[in-house]
């Protein structure tokens, strides 16, 4: 593993890069000393024939760890065309969960189905495994990573869905791209080809959860996303709106009609989603307030009619700072405790909630009725 800090106030990144297992012109193979490595804990094995540094690994968070396995795919099936939940990823889109499998097309129905993921750790025996997962907590004792740091990523391979076959092509014609950046790995230029945006999206925002659809919805029509999408994308998608099965081309419209570019996180998406399901009145989104002190202080949600605040943290709010405004994190905690009591001196109650909150939709409501947010 190689990580790079370039001063105190960015976080160490990570430049390991996934290794393919080649022949050698003397007719030996260098997975045989990968395989080794692995056995030693030193390697993991991401796709058959494809290794990754294994400190590595266990530092990225999970949806870094799916940019991995996604360009171990790639370098291990070079011509994979990637489809549904990690080509909305690879275009730039956010999802509320890390997709466990990567999706790949295959135009044979044969090959089509999910192949679970392989061992990462190969012939590893458990006091090494045990060795990989406790970490030195500072020179005292250890702690301990999870074990579903070590589980890898299936493989789903998908047949284009009948209103794709139907404009007489299999897969489209693929995009050409790269690996994007992820949270903390920065990967080598490894080129993938994925489907179209407008095929990804009508494709497989229908098929996903409200929460995690209005999140790429929502994000569809941000101004960060707005310079790295196509022009007139509404209007290219109309004619393949059409061509869906009548359920799905109403599911779409409906998660599109609800979609507001306003929220900032899919954290934020999927809260409105459960404020509406809740049966709470919909909220005004970003709303701005002149604290005491003279600061301006934009709120996630605020509902009017009771003087509430809403505000999402998500789990990295505070664990970031330091990287995203030069803060340390015990200073970014202070700083929005003077922000909270602003707002409570201009008479606003103030709610708040993470993703614990959300995926447990009664203890938001509890949050939500017990701080008066207003029923429809």
Known sequence: MTSSTSDSTRRRTVDARPVRAQSRPDGSHESVELSAAVARGELLRI??????DAEAW????????????????????????????????L??????????????????????????????TGAAGPATIRRMLDVPDDGARPHTRGR???QGFALQRSLAPEWMRRTGETTGVPVSSR????????PPSIPVQLESLPQVLLDTVPRLGTGSAVGVLDALGSERLAPHLPPRL???????VELLPRRRARRWQ??????????????????????????????????????PDGRLARVDFYWPETGLVGEFDGEVKYSRAQDLTGLDPADAVIAEKRREDGLRALGHGVARWGWAELREPRALRSILHQAGAPRR
């Open 47 to 52: 796709r058959r024939g494809v290794y990754f």
């Open 58 to 89: 266990l530092t990225l968070p999970p949806w870094d760890r799916h940019l991995v396995a996604t360009a171990a795919t790639a370098l291990h099936h070079p011509a994979a065309v990637f489809c549904r939940e990690t080509a909305l990823l």
């Open 91 to 120: 275009h730039g889109l956010p999802l509320p969960r890390t997709p466990d499998a990567v999706h790949r097309r295959t135009a044979r129905p044969q090959e089509s189905g999910r192949r679970p993921p392989g061992t990462l």
């Open 148 to 150: 579903n740091a070590l």
């Open 179 to 186: 690996i994007p950046d992820g949270d903390l790995w920065r």
């Open 234 to 240: 509404d209007e290219t998608l109309a004619p393949d």
């Open 254 to 291: 409906q998660l599109r009609a609800f979609a507001d570019p306003r929220a900032e996180s899919v954290g934020e998406s999927v809260s409105r989603v459960l404020i509406a399901e809740l049966g709470f009145a919909p909220p005004e989104l970003q709303i701005e307030f002149r604290l």
